[in-house]
């Protein structure tokens, strides 16, 4: 497998490239609050472990360092911190990550290393985007299976020092997630892209959820409770999720009736809403349930939408964050809600939240002449 054979494959499907220069500004403002830094830390713990947090520090170091560079010296540097220990070549046979990957014999291992360290500094490899860099360098690394311990670590951290050098957020992703091990895969068959597109997405919901106010880091938009105001568009919302689930003839809500039930004397549910450019994207409606086993309240969503054209852009994700913080805030032991059975774009990204289905349950409904019927037995 050699570098330059990848660069024809780099080309990325997603329109995120235009949003760089954002980001970073993005990025700058974040930085700047305190519970970013916690946010940052507690995830690098769950993704490599405690000891990992010196080692990505000397990441940020090094990539705020004028003409700042990773060298092999690095790397091996870089291994040590995570390993506490003298990093040493492995002599063994790399075990194969997926059906893809045929890592290198042990003994060429150190020489092809050198190899792609000098690659990275080169002029075409300089002429990329920063996450295109970070794939490639992560991709090589995990490919080589160069240490005895922490090449996943290794590999990780070495690829987020591209993208913090070009003064993006650490490069944070769950190496169990499905796509991540999808888009790796792709990578070792040379077709890159897919894991471009799944970092870039990845410094996206980095960016949504190191906000410490819970809005996404990019300009012009915010998440608003709502007032008695916004029934006009509350209704708009649950008319046009009708409409995407094939249930409009079902949508019997009136303005005057959410009116009573969101905003009067005793309200049953409460109302989110997304903006974009002063513009409503997208809604979230929820209420409290109750667990008696865990003995505490959780939040169920009953609906979550978000304008076709806006989609892609982080704004459901941003919605979902906004809503297990707030479960988070008012002690609840559960989030949930319900997805149709044919939706599979919304129960992929679920379950790539760490969502999980509930396959032994079953939910009945009573509704209209039943409900009438069984609540005038005697």
Not at 225 to 236: A, F, N, Y
Not at 336 to 354: A, C, H, M, R, T
């Amino acid at each position: 497998m050699e570098l330059p054979i990848y660069q024809e494959n780099l080309r990325s499907s997603g329109d995120w490239l235009t949003g760089l220069s954002q980001a970073r500004e993005a990025w700058t403002i974040a930085k700047s609050h305190p519970e970013t830094s916690k946010y940052v830390r507690e995830w690098q713990s769950q993704l490599f472990g405690p000891e990992a947090l010196r080692a990505a520090q000397l990441i940020s170091t090094w990539a705020t360092e004028a003409d700042a560079k990773l060298e092999a010296a690095h790397l091996l540097e870089l291994n040590r911190a995570l390993t506490n220990d003298e990093p040493l070549f492995r002599e063994i046979e790399a075990v194969p990550l997926n059906a893809a990957h045929d890592p290198p014999l042990a003994r060429i291992v150190p020489r092809l290393l050198d190899n792609a360290m000098g690659w990275f500094t080169t002029e075409g490899f300089a002429q990329m985007n920063p996450v295109e860099q970070a794939t490639l360098v992560h991709l090589r690394l995990l490919d080589l299976q160069p240490f005895a311990a922490a090449n996943f670590a290794t590999a990780a951290l070495a690829a987020s020092f591209y993208i913090q050098r070009a003064g993006l957020p650490p490069l944070l992703f769950d190496p169990n997630e499905a796509r991540y091990a999808a888009a790796l895969e792709s990578g070792f068959r040379m077709l890159t892209q897919h894991l471009v597109d799944y970092f870039a997405e990845c410094l996206r919901n980095t960016l949504i959820t190191s906000n410490p106010k819970s809005k996404i880091l990019m300009p012009d938009f915010e998440i608003k409770q709502t007032t008695i105001d916004d029934i006009p568009v509350i209704l708009s919302f649950i008319q046009k999720l009708a409409d995407y689930e094939k249930l409009s003839h079902e949508v019997v809500a009136t303005e005057a009736g959410l009116r009573e039930v969101l905003f009067g004397e005793r309200r049953y549910a409460e109302t989110i809403i997304a903006y974009h450019q002063n513009r409503p994207v997208g809604f979230a409606l929820f209420f409290h349930n109750f667990s008696t086993f865990l003995g505490k309240p959780g939040i169920y969503l009953e609906d979550l939408f978000v304008d076709p054209e806006q989609r892609g852009k982080g704004f459901g994700k941003a919605l979902l964050v906004y809503l297990a913080r707030l479960a988070q805030e008012r002690n609840c032991g559960r989030f949930e809600w319900s997805v149709l059975d044919w939706n599979e774009p919304s129960i992929k990204f679920y379950e790539s939240l760490g969502a999980v289905p509930l396959n032994e349950w079953t939910m009945y409904r009573l509704t209209g002449e039943a409900l009438q019927k069984l609540a005038q037995e005697q």
